[in-house]
Antibody, heavy 119, light 107 residues
Framework: QVQLVQSGAEVKKPGASVKVSCKAS????????ISWVRQAPGQGLEWMGW????????NYAQSFQGRVTMTTDTSTDTAYMELRSLRSDDTALYFC????????????WGQGTLVTVSS | DIQMTQSPSSVSASIGDTVTITCRAS??????LAWYQQKPGKAPKLLIY???TLQTGVPSRFSGSGSGTDFTLTINSLQPEDFATYYC?????????FGPGTKVEIK
């Protein structure tokens, strides 16, 4: 069965970077796009960007341009999201999500990785 | 960017009620709309895509309709497990955007 398993919770200081991993199983990572979505405590869902694991193409939300990098390692079926220059308002639950087919509907979600930014 | 709005922001309902949630896009998105259900502490779950197609395994009491800019999620015969927050999402173009959510609470 399809699963996306993310790395564990992180605590970072303001200005630091964090890299979250997302390992896919039950399918080949190269077959479907991966997006990253975050959710601040008690808030809604915010799309951060997308990567095509088959060719490495990316599309980042404007609000994260210059601070985020999404990559994949197809040899291990793992996607990564690195966010730099962390601020307190980056404290959130970060989800990797799989696109359904060739659409931007999200049919499988990782369990989420809590990133806490605090001095 | 396409802005998504939802109404109401919250609704109180009883078991067996019918609940209707509305989602509006700031510009036409054809049928490129999905609905998700999220329970506290859990990842969202895809309920409906292309505005009206039920995801595999989702109960038939959930239905979606609409196209262009106005969409509706209807939950018939509300069940205890349906109390959650519901989000719409447009998949027409990048950046992908979500509505602010509608919380369905127990009356």
């Amino acid at each position: 069965q399809v699963q996306l398993v993310q790395s564990g919770a992180e605590v970072k200081k303001p200005g630091a970077s964090v890299k979250v991993s997302c390992k896919a199983s039950g399918y080949s990572l190269t077959r479907y796009g991966i997006s990253w979505v975050r959710q601040a405590p008690g808030q809604g869902l915010e799309w951060m960007g997308w990567i095509s694991p088959s060719n490495g193409n990316t599309n980042y939300a404007q609000s994260f341009q210059g601070r985020v990098t999404m990559t994949t390692d197809t040899s291990t079926d793992t996607a990564y999201m690195e966010l730099r220059s962390l601020r307190s308002d980056d404290t959130a639950l970060y989800f990797c999500v799989r696109e359904a087919g060739y659409t931007s509907f999200f049919d499988y979600w990782g369990q989420g990785t809590l990133v806490t930014v605090s001095s | 960017d396409i802005q998504m709005t939802q109404s109401p922001s919250s609704v109180s309902a009883s078991i067996g009620d019918t609940v209707t949630i509305t989602c509006r896009a700031s510009q036409g998105i054809s049928s490129w709309l999905a609905w998700y259900q999220q329970k506290p502490g859990k990842a969202p779950k895809l309920l409906i895509y292309t505005a009206s197609t039920l995801q595999t395994g989702v109960p038939s009491r959930f239905s979606g309709s609409g196209s262009g800019t106005d969409f509706t999620l209807t939950i018939n015969s509300l069940q205890p497990e349906d109390f959650a927050t519901y989000y719409c999402q447009q998949a027409n173009s990048f950046p992908i955007t979500f509505g602010p959510g509608t919380k369905v609470e127990i009356k």
